[in-house]
């Protein structure tokens, strides 16, 4: 298993890999950092967790989404998350309470989110953000913010219903900051764009 050295100590962010062929990547390009992230310094093996691979043709990954994905887990270790089915709170949380030392996420691996798929497979590029609607909710977020355990976080997510009827203004004007803040963090630095190849 390969070491990693993840940090960020009152300066940028930092993801190193010490072994095997060590290797250097670039922060807002081969990686980004969540935000809000405590600053640190850690160097530790990276141990994956309950990971699909290959995955599978739909976002069903639940890497890290329940506390006992990480039986077995040595703590101290960097965990390493698919991104799947459950928020990135909830898998952030889990690595935590198993006593990871830092956390990687990384895409599931479809070639695309179904909304974006068209766009992806044209010449057009997408980007966008993905609120986990195809996800269901757990019986812990059920008792904090309401609804149903195990109904689908939007039960309208690509069905008839989905229109402009049900839209939930809180929700949506917290996605619209979040767009916000990649258009401005785009607006000043466009590495982390990938280089457009003939078709």
């Not at 190193?16 to 935000?35: C, I, L, N, W």
């Not at 909304?115 to 966008?128: H, K, M, Q, V």
């Not at 619209?176 to 982390?192: E, V």
Request: net charge negative; charged share 15%; hydrophobic share 35%.
């Amino acid at each position: 298993m390969a070491g990693y050295r993840p940090g960020a100590a009152n300066g940028p962010a930092v993801l190193d890999r010490v072994s095997p062929d060590a290797k250097s990547y670039v922060p807002g390009e081969d990686f980004h950092t969540f935000q809000p992230s405590p600053p640190g310094d850690v160097t530790a093996q990276v141990q994956g967790v309950d990971l699909t691979l290959p995955p599978t043709p739909a976002p069903s990954s639940t890497s890290g989404c329940e506390e006992a994905d990480f039986a077995g887990f040595v703590a101290g270790n960097i965990a390493l998350i698919q991104r799947g089915t459950s928020p990135f709170a909830q898998k952030v949380r889990n690595a935590g309470f198993a006593g990871a030392s830092a956390v990687i996420v990384f895409n599931e691996g479809q070639p695309g989110r179904t909304d974006s798929t068209p766009l992806d497979l044209g010449e057009w590029r997408a980007g966008g953000i993905f609120t986990g609607a195809e996800g269901t909710k757990t019986p812990e977020e059920a008792a904090m913010f309401g609804g149903t355990a195990g109904a689908p976080y939007d039960p309208c997510y690509h069905q008839a219903c989905d229109t402009l009827a049900n839209v939930n203004a809180t929700v949506f004007d917290v996605n619209a900051d979040a767009i916000a803040d990649s258009t401005a963090r785009f607006a000043f630095d466009l590495r982390g764009i990938p280089p457009r190849t003939a078709p």
